[in-house]
């Protein structure tokens, strides 16, 4: 029967090779095979279905066999409390069998008489006209716990057994096409989420809630005159605090003006910059981002008189590798920082809920080369697919 079913397969199997003009050859073989299988045979046909006909059915049998077990099969007699079509006495045998075996006769009787009242019940609805609940669902939602334990715990167990494992497979081929060793580096944020968006495609995705997001209110602004209003607030704001402290002990202080601060907060993005290049180990360019981004933000409500960048900076950097799961311990992270090690990783730690705060705890950072950078790594991906010698453009 196997050798009739596989000849079938393997006859479709030339076809389709005849048509793409590709030999049904079988691999090199030779005396000792290590890595490969290596049967006795004749012919191709026979060789393919020793190495792979016959090894699949083996696998899908015990497959079958240890999911559909006595045990498992056993368990899905629950269905004759959805009473559709059971009878009284196909109940009463067959919860004797299940039921038999766990617990004591007395328990046992117990069950099987909260049985007869529930069905009881049921024939009493039908012969009123009533309509019979359809799913197991439907009948829990009736099942009154009070005066039916029994039958209300069965139902629970009934509904938590699993019909299939379609949905874990589903994530597993989906996480394939996704970690491919070009994204090796995903973080597991960004991984889960475009899992779910490529499992769940059937969910529609409200545009309005997208827009309507603490990014849009918080962090994105008209144009770049906006910005700069802000950062003069926070400027002035930093002068009228300390301004009249300082009359009152009698010094006359020069502050930075706008201008001046925006020149120091260019040279300290700079030395961001470049505190990530030369860390160790190497800093994924999504930290990059979010450190800088984290940076600018905090400036945006603070003054650079208030808070040194320097300090700042090097809390950024740090922070933001926590949030895309570039894992560092501290003293693995001031190690590439130039002074008092010791020192600077109390400043950072100091400023690290400071920095959370003046963020808001917004710590989601939308870096904007990710589409880009996805869609190239596709183009290169695709790009293999070609057969430039046929196509010389």
């Known amino acids: 029967m196997c050798d009739e079913e596989f000849a079938l397969v393997f006859e479709q199997v030339k076809e389709l090779s005849d048509k793409i003009?590709?030999?049904?050859?079988?691999?090199?073989?030779?005396?000792?095979?290590?890595?490969r299988n290596n049967p006795p045979h004749t012919t191709p046909e026979e060789y393919?279905?020793?190495?792979?006909?016959?090894?699949?059915?083996?696998s899908v049998i015990s497959d079958l066999k240890s999911r559909l077990s006595r045990d498992t099969l056993n368990s899905f007699r629950l269905t004759v409390l959805l009473l559709l079509q059971s009878s009284v006495k196909e109940i009463s045998s067959m919860y004797g069998q299940l039921l038999g075996l766990t617990m004591p006769s007395t328990r046992a009787t117990l069950i099987l008489g909260e049985v007869h009242v529930w069905r009881s019940r049921w024939l009493r609805v039908k012969r009123e006209g009533g309509i019979f609940p359809s799913s197991v669902e439907e009948t829990a939602k009736e099942c009154d716990r009070h005066l039916y334990p029994y039958v209300s715990s069965l139902l629970d167990i009934f509904i938590?057994?699993?019909v299939s494992v379609a949905s874990a497979e589903r994530s597993f081929s989906t996480l394939?096409?996704?970690?491919?060793?070009?994204?090796?580096?995903?973080?597991?944020t960004r991984l889960s989420g475009l899992a779910l968006l490529n499992m769940h495609r059937d969910i529609d995705i409200s545009i309005d809630r997208v827009i309507d997001?603490?990014?849009?209110?918080?962090?994105?602004?008209?144009?770049?005159e906006s910005i700069k209003n802000q950062r003069k607030v926070s400027n002035e704001n930093f002068i009228s605090r300390q301004k009249p402290l300082h009359q009152?002990?009698?010094?006359?202080?020069?502050?930075?003006?706008?201008?001046?601060?925006?020149?120091?907060?260019?040279?300290?993005?700079q030395k961001l910059f470049e505190l990530c290049k030369i860390f160790k180990p190497?800093?994924?360019?999504?930290?990059?981002?979010?450190?800088?981004?984290?940076?600018?933000?905090?400036?945006?409500?603070?003054?650079?008189?208030?808070?040194?960048?320097?300090?700042?900076?090097?809390?950024?950097?740090?922070?933001?590798?926590?949030?895309d799961e570039f894992n560092v311990s501290i003293g693995s992270f001031v190690a590439n920082l130039r002074g008092d090690q010791e020192k600077a990783s109390g400043i950072i730690l100091n400023n690290e809920?400071?920095?959370?705060?003046?963020?808001?705890?917004?710590?989601?950072?939308?870096?904007?080369?990710?589409?880009?950078?996805?869609?190239?790594?596709?183009?290169?991906?695709?790009?293999?697919?070609?057969?430039?010698?046929?196509n010389p453009l």
């Open 213 to 224: 997001s603490s990014q849009l209110k918080n962090w994105m602004f008209a144009n770049e």
């Open 21 to 35: 003009q590709l030999a049904v050859e079988v691999p090199r073989i030779t005396q000792r095979q290590v890595y």
């Open 282 to 323: 190497a800093m994924p360019p999504s930290v990059v981002g979010t450190g800088f981004h984290y940076f600018k933000r905090f400036y945006l409500k603070n003054s650079v008189m208030d808070y040194h960048p320097r300090d700042i900076l090097a809390t950024c950097v740090y922070l933001a590798a926590k949030v």
């Open 353 to 390: 809920l400071l920095l959370m705060q003046q963020l808001g705890y917004q710590l989601t950072i939308h870096n904007p080369y990710r589409p880009i950078e996805g869609f190239l790594i596709d183009i290169k991906v695709s790009v293999t697919y070609f057969d430039t010698s046929s």
């Open 176 to 188: 394939r096409q996704l970690k491919t060793w070009l994204r090796a580096q995903m973080g597991q």
């Open 48 to 58: 393919y279905r020793r190495v792979v006909f016959i090894p699949m059915l083996d």
């Open 160 to 162: 938590s057994l699993p």
């Open 248 to 269: 009152l002990e009698g010094r006359s202080t020069e502050f930075l003006t706008y201008d001046e601060e925006k020149e120091i907060l260019m040279f300290y993005e």
